[in-house]
Nanobody
């Protein structure tokens, strides 16, 4: 059973930084994708960043809205994926979720919520102006 547990959310002023972690367990495949998504009230869930892991090596993908400010990385030993968020803006305020997929995804599908089968419980990020 795949389990994902997020941590690290909180409140910060605009321009600040937060670091989110996603601890994954229950995976036995060598290739999978871990994505970070966010959902603000009244809005659809949005893909923020993802890392495709194959034989312990990762390839990263970012939404245009966060490229250059957010960095996704993996720690294979700890089975953890981290989302480092810098230069935060009020519009980054949302519930953030990590998700996992063992499917073979096209590049166009990597940041799509429908591509993921397993989800964490979410962690709130609030950025004040």
């Amino acid at each position: 059973q795949v389990q994902l547990v997020e941590s690290g959310g909180g409140s910060v002023q605009a321009g600040g930084s937060l670091r989110l972690s996603c601890a994954a367990s229950g995976y036995s495949v060598s290739s999978y994708c871990i994505g970070w998504f966010r959902q603000a009230p009244g809005k659809e869930r949005e893909g923020v960043a993802a890392v495709v892991i194959y034989n312990r090596r990762g390839t990263t993908f970012y939404a245009d809205s966060v490229r250059g400010r957010f960095t996704i990385s993996q720690d294979n030993a700890k089975k953890t994926v981290v989302l480092q968020m810098n230069s935060l803006k009020p519009e980054d305020t949302a519930m953030y979720y990590c998700a996992a997929s063992a499917r073979s995804l096209t590049i166009a599908a990597i940041l799509g919520a429908n591509s993921y089968d397993y989800w964490g419980q979410g962690t709130q990020v609030t950025v004040s102006s």
